[in-house]
């Protein structure tokens, strides 16, 4: 019963280009969070976005949720090497304790 | 720096073995969770903890168990190992009520099991 699902599966853009990753959930949320995952390491937090938000900005990301679609999207602005990681969106089911639920993820490759 | 901690990074075990995964975290938080990730499937639940002794399954529950006698340890039981049981496994916390205000889940490093 996975949430999320992440769109593209993988992204292999230019350095400097910017990187679009596309969201779509199941169910009613509370909250939608953006997290990264570094090559075999653990995810790292980048972003959150509440139900009541359509926007929201931090450094050169950006995330946009459409809850009358169940979607959201993270933009990676001016892309470097560094940003080489696969992407996650995971969300809180408005109903289920506070488990966060994952999707597949985005494989992001960031050319130099 | 606030910290979750898993006991190993690699793990290499032998089928029917039994196999313990842990996981402590020093934040004080109620809630803490197993996942399990494999190429192409993302991260699937496989337990997750709100309170000591509590425990709820996940996604995925089948072949495991968890234990968590104190809030900051959560361990993952691998009850007979299997070789469909090899993957990366991530621990994560994170405070009560983080649903509602958005808190974000911190991860240990993971673990990679392989069972041979």
Redesign the interface.
């Known amino acids: 019963?996975?949430q999320g699902e992440?769109d593209p599966?993988a992204l292999s853009i230019q350095e400097g280009e910017n990187a679009t990753m596309n969201c779509s959930y199941k169910t009613s949320i509370?909250?939608l969070?953006w997290?990264r995952q570094n090559s075999?390491?653990?995810?790292?937090?980048l972003i959150?976005i509440?139900s009541n938000e359509r926007e929201k900005h931090s450094g050169r990301l950006r995330v946009t949720l459409d809850t009358s679609k169940k979607s959201s999207s993270l933009l990676i602005t001016a892309s470097r090497a560094a940003d080489t990681a696969s992407y996650?969106c995971?969300t809180?089911?408005?109903t289920?304790?506070?488990?966060?639920?994952?999707?597949?993820?985005t494989s992001l490759s960031v050319i130099p | 720096d606030v910290k979750?901690t898993q006991s190993s990074r690699y793990l290499v075990k032998r089928t029917g073995e039994k196999v313990f995964l842990e996981c402590v975290q020093d934040m004080d938080h109620?809630?803490m969770?197993w996942?399990r990730q494999d190429p192409?499937?993302?991260?699937?639940?496989i337990y997750?903890s709100?309170d000591v002794k509590m425990k709820?399954k996940?996604?995925i529950p089948e072949g495991y168990s968890v234990s968590r006698e104190k809030k900051e340890r959560f361990s993952l039981i691998l009850e007979s190992a299997s070789t469909n049981q090899t993957s990366?496994y991530?621990c994560?916390s994170?405070p009560?009520?983080?649903?509602?205000d958005?808190a974000?889940?911190?991860?240990?490093?993971?673990t990679?099991l392989t069972v041979v």
Do not use: C, T
């Not at chain 2, 192409?40 to 639940?45: I, K, N, T």
């Open positions: 019963s996975q992440e599966q509370n909250n969070q997290y075999g390491r653990g995810l790292v937090h959150l509440r996650f995971a809180d089911a408005s289920s304790y506070d488990k966060v639920i994952f999707g597949p993820g | 979750v109620e809630n969770f996942y192409g499937l993302g991260l699937r639940l997750f709100y709820e996940g996604d990366m991530l994560a994170r009560w009520g983080g649903a509602l958005g974000e889940a911190f991860f240990g490093q993971g990679r």
